[in-house]
């Protein structure tokens, strides 16, 4: 009992973050017109959390929890993803997001496993969804199994959402219902049913519950400020503390109800803007939550099961047509693994709408021509006139849904690959709204924080963007896609006009960001003393300091020291090489002749400029350069991404001279070769696995994609290395798989970077970004002669 006092000593408060100025999207009615993007489980950083591609409009989630223990009530209620919560694993097993998938939560702390099938239906004139919601105790459960759960819908905004039940009704109807209506959504209902029979409440043993429904259904509503809707657990808690204390006043320290009769939320409907229906049973569940407009018939439960037969078949036949693993992938385990891979990717797509914080101060600190200047660039940043720019919305995946639940410009690069062979349509969409975040100069800031909620994960420091950062620009790769779409001689007349429409939109936006790179990360040559210069094409990220790049997102990867003006980074020019070749290729396709001759000469500028400023002769790879205390130029030579960059963007023809040393470099044990995939940097540079060891040894999956295509690319062409390139392919490709799909059964997650001496998942968990490449890597051919080409090498 005197856990009691323990829970009433929670610390609960709603705090109300900054009022947000509530501008309209203008693409709003566009996200709305495309039904069957318009709902999703569109708040990945939740495990559960619906909300319309639209503004300020409905939200829903889930939260729950085991209660048998008064004290570990308030620590076991599960809503965002968290790494630290005990989780045997969760996640999508099938998603597509047109017609919904299956998610499976495995929740060791709270014994249960939640099965969650969501699937849209499309009426005549809206779309509806539904959720059904399963959960049936783990293996290793003891005695009786009490599990409580709360579904929330609250209304951001305006619009109008209440309870249609009377108080009374809750248990006897069976279903409770919510009304509401928003501009966009119309008038609609949301039916949270009883279940079937099957579903069993805990006895009621306590008078405090001699007037409470019987089946253990209580609804609540609520009013809270808008901006803080996102808060839901913590307004959960303070309704629930209330309830306890007046238990506890009613019937003392003495004889307080048992914990699952305790811990309620206030069963009280009334008008509000949140509203929280809970329901408590006893070992296994199923419930649906159904979605419709308020005048269509809502979904039987006959017609839910139907649904999601249906999307379950069309999941299976879509993915054997785009994604059945080839040789020698084809055990029906990596079939599941890599349907878990893309539905992740997929089932990971939010749409974000809110403010942000820039820097828009142009302090001439931020220039960044003077030796020290990271010192001056520091103090400038430390004092920083912010601005909070007015709310913008984003439509995108994301790297992990516990850790980091928001765009990163490079990443989506990559995650629109898997993405783009599932749905063009859809990637189309996503590209479209991250080029809607440009702004006039051709700057899209590189991580995308918007509004409170998703401020609320990142420290302060972190929180504000500056508009003279840049990020790899890795989504001119989709470019390349889309271009390659328009050239595939098979693809029908209907659809390449529309693709090429929606390029030609966003052809003026290429091209500004484009200049901006140009115009912003422009390296100094002054100091080079060399021959190419008359294109002057040379680059420098700025925005570095000591210790990190974080701008060229290899945060830590050894370059310079110390850092210097005159700088000029490998990978920077290598983006701009395959972001002028993407930019030529559209113009051809876009018949825009001058654009694509122009495009044409800086590639070759670049190309030359690569080879002119970046090749050592001495150490035999590609090395950043600097300025030394002699004035004089000089490299800066570290094995590993960096040394590969020309060869990861494709800027490397199969008949290179240098060719060569880069595949000796990847295959090579003592340097950056692994069992488990390529290293970051080679294990004989100085640096390796030091100090943080983020980019200094782990094993990243975006990188090794480039360098698996890459092999492929130059085995498939005849060259003086074809023979050498399949042959580091075939070994590369069988190990990074087999090792991502080894450490996903075994640990139930993919991870953020796999180590290079055990091949363990490190680092963030449930990393289903860039990691899920695995689904394109396990579709390439299998170019392993008479099987057995990994034990060529
Ligand atoms: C800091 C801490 C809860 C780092 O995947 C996103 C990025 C990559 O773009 C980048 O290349 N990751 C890589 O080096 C993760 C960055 C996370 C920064 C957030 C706040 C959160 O604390």
Redesign the pocket.
């Known amino acids: 009992v005197s856990a009691v006092m323990t829970l009433v000593a929670f610390s609960i408060f709603v705090s109300v973050p900054f009022l947000s100025l509530a501008t309209c999207a203008t693409t709003a009615n566009d996200a709305a017109s495309n039904g069957s993007l318009l709902w999703g489980p569109y708040r990945p950083n939740l495990y559960f959390g619906i909300r319309p591609r639209i503004p300020k409009n409905l939200l829903a989630g889930l939260m729950w929890a085991k209660v048998d223990d008064f004290a570990k009530v308030q620590n076991n209620f599960r809503h965002t993803c968290e790494q630290n919560e005990g989780m045997a694993g969760y996640g999508w097993e099938e998603y597509d997001i047109r017609n919904g998938g299956r998610q499976t939560i495995h929740d060791a702390g709270n014994t249960i496993d939640l099965t969650i099938d969501f699937v849209k239906t499309s009426g005549n004139s809206t779309e509806s969804w539904a959720a059904r919601i399963r959960g049936e105790p783990r293996a290793d459960v003891s005695g009786d199994l009490k599990t409580t759960l709360v579904f929330y819908a609250g209304m951001d905004g305006l619009g109008s959402l209440e309870f249609a039940n009377e108080h009374d009704d809750l248990g006897q109807e069976g279903t409770v219902t919510l009304h509401g209506k928003t501009a966009d959504l119309g008038d609609f209902k949301i039916d949270i049913t009883r279940g079937p029979d099957t579903n069993v409440a805990p006895k009621h043993h306590h008078p405090s519950w001699d007037s409470k429904p019987l089946d253990r259904t209580m609804a609540s509503s609520m009013r809270v400020p808008s901006n803080a809707l996102w808060q839901a657990k913590s307004i959960m808690f303070t309704n629930m503390k209330s309830e306890v204390d007046n238990y506890i006043a009613e019937y003392g320290q003495e004889n307080p109800p048992p914990a699952w009769q305790m811990f309620t939320v206030a069963n009280d409907i009334k008008e509000g803007n949140f509203h929280m229906v809970q329901k408590t049973f006893l070992g296994s569940f199923e419930f649906d939550v159904i979605f419709t407009a308020i005048d269509a018939p809502a979904l039987t439960s006959a017609e839910i099961s139907t649904a999601i037969v249906r999307t379950s078949k069309l999941f299976q036949t879509k993915f054997t047509e785009i994604f059945a693993p080839k040789s020698p992938f084809t055990d029906p385990k990596y079939t599941n693994f890599s349907q878990a891979m893309l539905s992740n990717l997929v089932g990971g797509i939010g749409y974000f709408y809110g403010d942000s914080l820039v820097d828009r101060s142009y302090a001439p600190e931020y220039e960044e021509e003077n030796e020290g200047f990271w010192e001056e660039t520091a103090d400038a940043r430390a004092r920083a006139q912010v601005t909070r720019e007015p709310p913008t919305e984003l439509f995108t995946s994301i ?2 849904r516990p ?2 639940p928001r765009g ?4 989506e690069g990559f995650h629109l690959i898997p993405i783009a062979d599932w749905d063009m349509d859809l990637t189309l969409e996503i590209v479209q709204s991250w080029f809607n975040l440009m702004d006039d100069d051709g700057w899209i800031a ?2 995308q924080i918007l509004g409170p909620e998703a401020r609320s ?3 302060q420091e ?1 929180q504000v963007q500056y508009p003279h950062y840049a ?1 790899p620009p890795t989504l001119f790769m989709i470019l390349d896609v889309f271009v390659d779409k328009l050239n595939a001689e098979k693809y029908d007349t209907a659809h390449a006009t529309a693709l090429k429409d929606h390029i030609r939109k966003f052809y003026p936006l290429l091209k500004r960001q484009y200049f901006w790179f140009r115009k912003t990360q422009w390296g100094d040559i002054r100091s080079y003393d060399r021959e190419a210069f008359s294109m002057k094409e040379a680059y420098r990220w700025r925005g570095r300091t000591p210790r990190h790049i ?1 701008t ?4 830590d990867y050894p370059r310079a020291q110390p850092p210097h003006p005159g700088e000029l980074h490998t990978d920077l020019i290598s983006w701009m090489g395959m972001m002028s070749r993407s930019l030529r290729r559209v113009a051809e396709s876009l018949g825009e002749t001058e654009d694509a001759s122009d495009f044409k000469s800086y590639e070759n500028a670049i190309v030359r400029n690569i080879d002119d400023l970046h090749w050592s002769a001495s150490s035999s790879m590609f090395c950043d350069a600097t300025i030394d205390d002699y004035e004089e130029s000089i490299h800066v030579c570290h094995k590993g991404y960096i040394s590969l960059f020309p060869f990861m963007t494709g800027l490397l023809r199969a008949d290179s001279p240098r060719l060569k040393a880069i595949l000796d470099l990847i295959s090579e044990p003592s340097e950056l070769w692994s069992e488990y995939g390529i290293r970051s940097l080679s294990k004989k540079d100085e640096h390796y696995g030091t100090d943080e060891n ?2 200094r040894s782990p094993i990243w999956v975006n990188m090794n994609y480039l360098i698996v295509k890459n092999l492929l690319d130059i085995a498939q062409v005849s060259g003086p290395h074809q023979e050498q390139a399949r042959q580091i392919y075939v070994k590369l490709r069988r190990n990074l798989v087999e090792n991502v799909y080894r450490e996903w059964e075994r640990t139930g997650f993919a991870w ?1 970077q796999y180590n290079p001496e055990t091949g363990q998942g490190q680092r ?1 968990q449930h ?1 289903t ?2 990691t899920s490449l695995v689904v394109n890597i396990m579709v390439m051919p299998d170019l392993g002669k008479s099987g057995k080409g990994h034990d060529e090498l």
Do not use: A
Request: avoid cysteine; charged fraction near 20%; glycine fraction near 8%.
């Open positions: 790297p992990s850790f980091f990163f410009l490079w990443d590189r991580e994960k990142v420290p972190f990020n974080l060229s997102g290899l945060d983020y980019w953020e963030t990393f970004g860039w």
